[in-house]
């Protein structure tokens, strides 16, 4: 293909006529002739080699290139799109699509408040938030599919740039009993328990395996779970324990009802804001993580400051 035959029209007409399903609604919607849009698309499946429409009694239709074409077509679109918000916005207010990755634990502590405070402060940013493990949030910023995440780390992801936020010690949360007294435990204690520990792979359950590996212990592990909001479901039935950041205990739902004890030997993970390293980021990316640091201080603030 010639390097200036495919241009952006010629992927808005592609989407049109496939939206439209007809050369003639597509015309009408994109104020183009249907002859010239007929034309194009004969031009562009020529260029490409492949057959991109089917022409039938009910209508178009994407083939199978097509369906492959629509959806790179609609992205590059939507990135278009968005470079011009992106640009307009460094001139004044942050606007646009910002999409941020949070680890699951965190986000069902702050992506609430977090997000109620982004609509305070930047309305003009449309935010997108994605939870899930540090395999997924890694990959998501490697494609690009998201511009930051806030996620735990116990070893520093390599290749990618990192904002440490806080470091704090785990700690074990279950039902609260009037006989506990303690306000510590040690991993042999710790490794009787029922535990609700994350599937792996996960930062929170490496940092766990290790230190019980260094001991030679096994921990008592009755459910893994995926997700923490799952977890914390099993601990409010009082079915097992669960072991956090001490940070996020005072934001779980509900918490009044649980018991906080610290682990000892202390075992550390670090929150950080992650993103590319290859690009800097939109000035609507940057205003977002600019804030959720903040917001990440104040909890930091109210709840006593990390060690």
């Given amino acids: 293909m010639s390097p200036n035959f495919l241009q952006v029209r010629h992927l808005r007409y592609f989407l049109g006529i496939v939206d439209a399903g007809s050369f003639t609604g597509a015309a009408g919607m994109l104020h183009v002739a249907q002859s010239a849009l007929s034309q194009q698309m004969t031009a562009l499946e020529a260029e490409l080699g492949v057959e991109l429409l089917q022409r039938g009694q009910r209508g178009i239709r994407p083939t199978a290139a097509g369906e492959i074409f629509y959806r790179e077509a609609a992205s590059i679109i939507a990135q278009v799109e968005q470079l011009g918000r992106v640009v307009r916005s460094t001139a004044g207010e942050p606007e646009g699509l910002v999409r941020l990755g949070m680890s699951s634990g965190l986000a069902v502590c702050w992506a609430c408040d977090f997000i109620k405070a982004c609509q305070m402060i930047l309305p003009k940013v449309h935010l997108r938030l994605v939870a899930g493990d540090i395999l997924r949030m890694r990959s998501l910023i490697a494609s690009r599919a998201i511009d930051l995440c806030l996620l735990l780390e116990d070893e520093p992801i390599q290749g ?3 904002q440490p936020l806080f470091c ?3 700690s074990l ?3 609260l009993f009037a006989e506990d007294i303690t306000h510590t435990i040690s991993l042999e204690r710790l490794a009787h328990l029922p535990l609700v520990l994350p599937t ?24 893994e779970v995926d997700t923490f909001a799952s977890a914390l479901s099993l601990v409010n039935a009082g079915i097992g324990n669960v072991i956090v950041p001490k940070i996020v205990f005072s934001d779980i739902p509900g918490h009044g009802r649980l018991r906080l004890i610290s682990i ?12 590319s390293g290859n690009t800097p980021l939109p000035f609507a990316a940057k205003a977002v993580g600019d804030l959720l640091a903040t917001h990440v201080d104040l909890a930091l603030q109210k709840n006593g400051r990390a060690t």
């Fill in 160 to 162: 990618l740039f990192r």
């Fill in 168 to 170: 704090q010690p785990l």
């Fill in 173 to 175: 949360v279950g039902p």
């Fill in 200 to 223: 792996r792979p996960n930062t929170v359950r490496s940092a766990l395996d290790r230190a019980f590996q260094e001991v030679g212990l096994t921990p008592n592990c009755i459910a």
């Fill in 264 to 275: 000892d030997p202390p075992i550390h993970v670090t929150a950080c804001l992650i993103s």
